[in-house]
Each structure stands twice: as structure tokens, then as C-alpha cells.
T-cell receptor
Framework: EAGVAQSPRYKIIEKRQSVAFWCNPISGHATLYWYQQILGQGPKLLIQFQNNGVVDDSQLPKDRFSAERLKGVDSTLKIQPAKLEDSAVYLC??????????????FGAGTRLSVL | QKEVEQNSGPLSVPEGAIASLNCTYSDRGSQSFFWYRQYSGKSPELIMSIYSNGDKEDGRFTAQLNKASQYVSLLIRDSQPSDSATYLCAVGPQGGSEKLVFGKGTKLTVNP
């Protein structure tokens, strides 16, 4: 079974520029998460999708961050404009569903963003 | 604000020793508890989940949960250098891992 795919792996941009990250979850997984992990911290949830609907985006800085999951499969996370404090690893995770015997979150390799 | 607290370490143990990692959480309604291992520059990998009070063993790993004390721990027996990583405690609501709150992680180093 293929894992959660993310791209790009690394991105370096200057502040005020825009950037987008892509995530392809494990096939059949209904729930998709985007996390931000700042160096030395644990992952912080930004947004949770159930199929193509948003379940929780309470910690998403909506003035600059946006995310979508069209067709309930792939997802993109965008930052516009980026700030220095956005430098972090952006992790995507997916989860099968409540009735699945292994209802746990599986993480992708992440995208490491450096804002200069 | 739901919080998960871990000692950030670093925790250093000799090879073959028992490593003990601790975690406390603030939300009394939490029902699911997870330990993730994260190697430097890699993504978190689930190593243990626990839902009921008591101990759960899987190979060299034992998770312990005490909901009354809002405390969960991970013991690693016969520690190996390959266990050197950051261990993240994650806490979730009833029903599984729908929305997890992570601690900052404890960095473990196992010295040969």
C-alpha cells in the first residue's frame, strides 16, 4: 500500500512570496490533515478535511493560509504572502475512518519550508 | 486550550537500559493516546496506541495510562542506538485519532 505522498520536499522562498504544497493521501482514506511543525515543537493541526469538506480549521491563519481538497482526494495548502515565522515542516496525514480496524493517522514525509 | 506536556529532554540512556518517557495532558475527556517516533528530518511514525487504563506491551515497548492522573508513559526496554529519536505524545478524543493534540516531544539518545 502506497503511503501519503507530499511534494515538494523542500522549498525556499522570500518573505511575501506565495507557496503551495500538495498532498495525496492513502487511497480510500476519507480524512486528511495538514499540520505545521516548527523546529523543536510537536505538530500543530492547521486544518482537517472529511472527504472534501472542512471539519476543523480553527487554527488556520486564514488571512494568509488556504487549503482545499477538491474531489475529496488530493489536497493543496497555500500560503500567501509568506512570513518568516512560517518556516516549518508542513505535514500531511490521512486516516481511513471510524470503522476501520486501524483507525490511525498516517503521515507523509512533509515539506520543509524556509522563508528568507 | 487543550495541552499536552512532555519533558523536552534530551534524555540519554546507555544501550540496554530502560528508557522512560512521560506525558501529561489537560483535557479530562481525552480517550485515545498515542506515541509517535520521529527520526530527525523524518515524519512521525506511530509506535503505540492505548485507550484503557493500565499497561499495553508490544515487543520492547510498554505504554502505561492513568486517566485519573492524566498521565501516559512509554517504556522502552533494552534500548538500542536505533531508538534514538524524538518521541511525541499525542492525545485525542473518544473514538480514535480524529483530532490529535501533540506534545513538543522528548529527544532520546541511546549511547552505545
Amino acid at each position: 500500500e502506497a503511503g501519503v505522498a507530499q511534494s515538494p520536499r523542500y522549498k525556499i522562498i522570500e518573505k511575501r512570496q506565495s507557496v503551495a504544497f500538495w498532498c495525496n493521501p492513502i487511497s480510500g482514506h476519507a480524512t486528511l490533515y495538514w499540520y505545521q511543525q516548527i523546529l523543536g515543537q510537536g505538530p500543530k493541526l492547521l486544518i482537517q478535511f472529511q472527504n472534501n469538506g472542512v471539519v476543523d480549521d480553527s487554527q488556520l491563519p486564514k488571512d494568509r493560509f488556504s487549503a482545499e481538497r477538491l474531489k475529496g482526494v488530493d489536497s493543496t495548502l497555500k500560503i500567501q504572502p509568506a512570513k518568516l515565522e512560517d518556516s516549518a515542516v508542513y505535514l500531511c496525514a490521512s486516516r481511513p475512518g471510524r470503522n476501520h480496524p486501524k483507525n490511525i493517522q498516517y503521515f507523509g514525509a512533509g515539506t520543509r519550508l524556509s522563508v528568507l | 486550550q487543550k495541552e499536552v506536556e512532555q519533558n523536552s529532554g534530551p534524555l540519554s540512556v546507555p544501550e540496554g537500559a530502560i528508557a522512560s518517557l512521560n506525558c501529561t495532558y489537560s483535557d479530562r475527556g481525552s480517550q485515545s493516546f498515542f506515541w509517535y517516533r520521529q527520526y530527525s528530518g523524518k515524519s512521525p511514525e506511530l509506535i503505540m496506541s492505548i485507550y484503557s487504563n493500565g499497561d499495553k506491551e508490544d515487543g520492547r515497548f510498554t505504554a502505561q495510562l492513568n486517566k485519573a492522573s492524566q498521565y501516559v508513559s512509554l517504556l522502552i526496554r533494552d534500548s538500542q542506538p536505533s531508538d534514538s529519536a524524538t518521541y511525541l505524545c499525542a492525545v485525542g478524543p473518544q473514538g480514535g485519532s480524529e483530532k490529535l493534540v501533540f506534545g513538543k516531544g522528548t529527544k532520546l539518545t541511546v549511547n552505545p
